[in-house]
């Protein structure tokens, strides 16, 4: 059974810095699509940041580029967010996301497909204030 739990998030100004952290179980992590997406009150669920375990290969949303930085540790089964320069629009629930499908360059050309994803964490709320 596949599992993934977030963690990391909280409440932080402007400018600041939080990292998150996904725990995932009951499947092969290093050859996984792996990706945060968040959702804000009254928007869609949109990708922010995926990776293919696999190889490392990435996916920003432009809207984070130069600030968030995905990573990952597959000794720990383990997928990060790190967010610096932390804007109010950032505000959001973020969540961990994965799938098994989305294989090599699968996984970062259709990052924004989060009805491709077929396994979400719980989600954490990340709150900026300005």
């Known amino acids: 059974q596949v599992q993934l739990v977030e963690s990391g998030g909280g409440s932080v100004q402007a400018g600041g810095s939080l990292r998150l952290s996904c725990a995932a179980s009951?499947?092969?992590?290093?050859?996984?699509?792996m990706g945060w997406f968040r959702e804000a009150p009254g928007k869609e669920r949109e990708g922010v940041a995926v990776?293919?375990?696999?190889?490392?290969?990435?996916y920003y949303a432009d809207s984070v580029k130069g600030r968030f930085t995905i990573s990952q540790d597959n000794a720990k089964n383990t997928l990060y967010l790190q967010m610096n320069s932390l804007k109010p629009e950032d505000t959001a629930m973020y969540y961990c996301?994965?799938?098994?499908?989305?294989?090599?360059?699968?996984?970062?050309?259709?990052?924004?497909?989060?009805?491709?994803?077929?396994?979400w964490g719980q989600g954490t709320q990340v709150t900026v204030s300005s």
């Open positions: 996301a994965a799938d098994l499908e989305l294989v090599g360059m699968a996984c970062t050309v259709l990052a924004g497909r989060t009805d491709l994803f077929a396994y």
């Open positions: 990776s293919y375990t696999g190889d490392g290969s990435t």
């Open positions: 009951g499947y092969t992590y290093s050859s996984a699509c």
